[in-house]
Structure formats: structure tokens, C-alpha cells
């Protein structure tokens, strides 16, 4: 079996290629390293011990798509490139629809065109939006306050209407919570350019010593300690998942969705506490008021994928931290 990997240079895609060696796939990786270092591709390699190819092309070209379509036997796609900054997407709406949402129509016509009807693709808790009630299940109301989120559920309604209209398509909408960790040989992981918006990231330069001390966006949501309660998942644990997501599809035909979470909630209060223990370092923080667009609690029922995919997260927010550490102190040379 081949699987084409679009984004598969980034954090999640590459922490999954990992895996599908693993269960004994072949991949082939299509990324245009918007987001990502193309020297990412021979830390893959070193890590499996294996070649593959890799094509550095971007998915808002069509015929670059189908090219790769016409050159290899594909027989089914993980569908991770797009862009994800929450706030860019709210300054440049027009990148992020173009990329995220016309870019994947471009791969399923490719798809399409070459006899490939099976996705397995990157959605988020986000689509959530602002009013359901933790724990969230897959079948709640959606809405976004954001393109980025909309984006999502203007791609999973798209992969719903073709599954509905063409009957030998499968599509498996994965529903990620918050993904943080990297690979335990400190190799693979998140490490994004200029000051980082999300949380890990951020508290990983404050140990470092590259940023003086985190923000904590309010501690005065309606949560145990009033700071923001989330969903964290170790990003293995996430790649694991999708080898179970791609085999349901192998399976089973139309569209159908999954949260991968943990199921637990953790404050950012318990994260510092959390990061401090496993990296040893002092995390100072200042307490701010409220980043606009933030729920007070997300968290995932993760029930169906339990059952369904028999599937369930492994590792807890120690070891998460612990992996993030160990990371960004091999980045740094420390
Ligand atoms: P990432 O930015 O590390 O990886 C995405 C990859 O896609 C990058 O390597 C980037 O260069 C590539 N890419 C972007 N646009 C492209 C294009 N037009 N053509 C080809 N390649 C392109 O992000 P990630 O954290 O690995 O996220 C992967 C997917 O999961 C994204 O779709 C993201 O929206 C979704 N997601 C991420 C999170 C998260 O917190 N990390 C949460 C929920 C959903
Ligand atoms: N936070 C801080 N200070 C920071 C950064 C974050 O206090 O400097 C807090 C946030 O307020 C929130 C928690 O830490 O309570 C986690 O924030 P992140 O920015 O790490 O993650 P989000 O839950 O806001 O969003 C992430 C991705 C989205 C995705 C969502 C659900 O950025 O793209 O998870 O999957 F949609």
C-alpha cells in the first residue's frame, strides 16, 4: 500500500510518516515547506532508515498534483498541508481559503481524476466553535469565529457532498485536539518560526531563556483554577491514530468523523507545573487578560474512536512535556 502524505513535512505529518513505516506502509511526501525546514525530510529518513520520495510541490497547483497522481500508484491520501495560524487567518482570509480550501479541492480532482478515493483528513477541535458544552461530541452544531476554522468546516462539509454523491469515496475527518510532544529521539518537532502563538511552544523558549516569561491569557474562566483548560495529546499518540483512521477507510466507504483528544482536561496552571517538573527549569509567567476567540474549556468525548477505531491516547501531559523538553534542548544544542 502507498499513501501520499500532503504536509507530511510538518509537526503531525512528519510524526506519522514515522508510523506508517512502522505499520509497514510506503509514503511519498508532497510538501511545499510553507511551513516547514525541507531538511525535515532526512531527519524522516534517518529515524526509519528508509528512503522515500519526496516532492517539494504545493497542492494550489493543479497540474503538480496530478503529476504526482500520474508517476506513482497511490491508494490513498493523509491530507495534512494547510495553513493553521489562528490569527493570520483573520488578516489574510484570501491565503487562508485559497490554500486550505481550494488547495484540497485540487487534490481531490487529482484524486478523483486518477481513480483515488480515499482521504483520511486534518480537521480541528475548532470547529467546535464557541457554543457547545465539554466534552465535545462529534455530532454537535459547528460554527468558526475564524477563516481558519471555517476553512475546516468548509472542507469537511466538501468531503461529506462527495461521498454523498459518489458512493465509492471514503473519507475519514479527524477532529485533533491540541497536539503537543515530539518524537522521543528529540529529532521530530515543533519548532515554529518567530515568537510562537500556541502554548508549548511558547513555554519551551521561556525555558530556554529566549523569552523572559509566558502570558497566561485570564485566569478568570469558569474552570478549577480560571485559567484555559484543553485537550492536550502526545503528537505519537496522534500519529498512531491515523494509521487506525486509514485502516476504517480501507473499509469502510462515505464520510465519517473522529475527535482524537485524550478525553481529559488540563489547565494552563497544570501544564507550567508539568513543564517546570520535567525540564527542571523556573517557567515565570504574568498573568494577562483573555486572548479574544479562547473558550474557557475544550476537551474531546472520545468515545466513538475508542470504539470505533480502537483507538486511545497512551501518554500523559509528563511525558508530553518531558518530550517537548527534550526537543527544543537538542534544537538548541544544549
Ligand atoms: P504544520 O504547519 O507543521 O504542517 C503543515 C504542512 O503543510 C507544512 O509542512 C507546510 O509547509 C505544508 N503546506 C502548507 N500549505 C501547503 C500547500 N499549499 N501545498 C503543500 N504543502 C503545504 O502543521 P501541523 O501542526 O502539522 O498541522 C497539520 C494539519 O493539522 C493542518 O491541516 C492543521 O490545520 C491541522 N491541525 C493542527 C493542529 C495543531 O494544533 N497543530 C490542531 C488541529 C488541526
Ligand atoms: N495560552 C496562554 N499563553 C500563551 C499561549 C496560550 O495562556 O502564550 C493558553 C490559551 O489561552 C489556551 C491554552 O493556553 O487556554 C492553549 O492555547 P494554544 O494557543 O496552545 O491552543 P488553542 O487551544 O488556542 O488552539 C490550538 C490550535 C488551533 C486549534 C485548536 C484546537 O492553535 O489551531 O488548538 O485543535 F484549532
Redesign the pocket.
Same mark, same amino acid.
Given at each position: 500500500m502507498s499513501i501520499l502524505v500532503t504536509g507530511g513535512n510538518g509537526f503531525i505529518g512528519s510524526h506519522t510518516c514515522v508510523e506508517l513505516a512502522e505499520a509497514g506502509y510506503d509514503f511519498i511526501i508532497m510538501d511545499n515547506c510553507s511551513n516547514s525546514d525541507e531538511k525535515n525530510i532526512e531527519v524522516i529518513q534517518k529515524i526509519i532508515g528508509k528512503n522515500f520520495k519526496f516532492y517539494n510541490a504545493d497542492m494550489r497547483d493543479f497540474n503538480g498534483v496530478d503529476g504526482i497522481f500520474k508517476e506513482n500508484t497511490i491508494d490513498s491520501v493523509i491530507h495534512f498541508a494547510g495553513l493553521?495560524?489562528?490569527g493570520e487567518s483573520v488578516e489574510k482570509p484570501l491565503e487562508y481559503y485559497e490554500n486550505n480550501v481550494s488547495g484540497t479541492i485540487n487534490v481531490l480532482k487529482a484524486m478523483n481524476k486518477n481513480s483515488c478515493k480515499n482521504i483520511i483528513f486534518s480537521s480541528?477541535?475548532?470547529?467546535y466553535g464557541l457554543n457547545n458544552k465539554v466534552p465535545f461530541e462529534e455530532t454537535m452544531p459547528l460554527s468558526a469565529i475564524n477563516p481558519? %476554522?471555517q476553512s475546516?468546516i468548509m472542507i469537511e462539509k466538501i468531503l461529506t457532498d462527495l461521498c454523498k454523491a459518489d458512493l465509492e469515496w471514503s473519507a475519514v475527518i479527524l477532529?485533533?485536539?491540541?497536539?503537543?510532544g515530539a518524537h522521543e529521539s528529540g529529532l521530530l518537532g515543533e519548532n515554529p518560526k518567530g515568537i510562537?502563538?500556541?502554548?508549548?511552544?511558547?513555554?519551551n523558549h521561556v525555558a530556554l531563556g529566549d523569552l523572559p516569561y509566558?502570558?497566561?491569557?485570564?485566569n478568570d474562566?469558569d474552570t478549577p483554577d480560571g485559567?484555559?483548560?484543553?485537550d492536550y495529546i502526545h503528537v505519537v499518540d496522534l500519529a498512531k491514530g491515523h494509521i487506525k483512521a486509514m485502516d476504517y477507510g480501507f473499509k469502510h466507504k462515505g464520510a465519517e468523523v473522529f475527535n482524537l483528544g485524550s478525553g481529559k482536561g488540563t489547565?494552563?496552571f497544570e501544564?507550567v507545573k508539568a513543564y517546570e517538573k520535567a525540564s527542571g527549569k523556573k517557567i515565570k509567567?504574568k498573568i494577562i487578560g483573555?486572548?479574544a %476567540?479562547?473558550?474557557?474549556m475544550?476537551y474531546a468525548d472520545i468515545r466513538k474512536a475508542e470504539k470505533v477505531l480502537d483507538w486511545h491516547a497512551k501518554y500523559d501531559i509528563e511525558k508530553m512535556c518531558r518530550d517537548s523538553w527534550n526537543f527544543i534542548k537538542k534544537q538548541h544544542g544544549n
Open positions: 493553521k495560524a489562528v480541528s477541535a475548532t470547529v481558519y %476554522g475546516k477532529r485533533y485536539f491540541n497536539p503537543i510562537p502563538n500556541n502554548l508549548i511552544p511558547y513555554i509566558l502570558n497566561i491569557f485570564g474562566y485559567t484555559g483548560v484543553r489547565s494552563v501544564i509567567y483573555r486572548r %476567540g479562547d473558550v474557557g475544550c
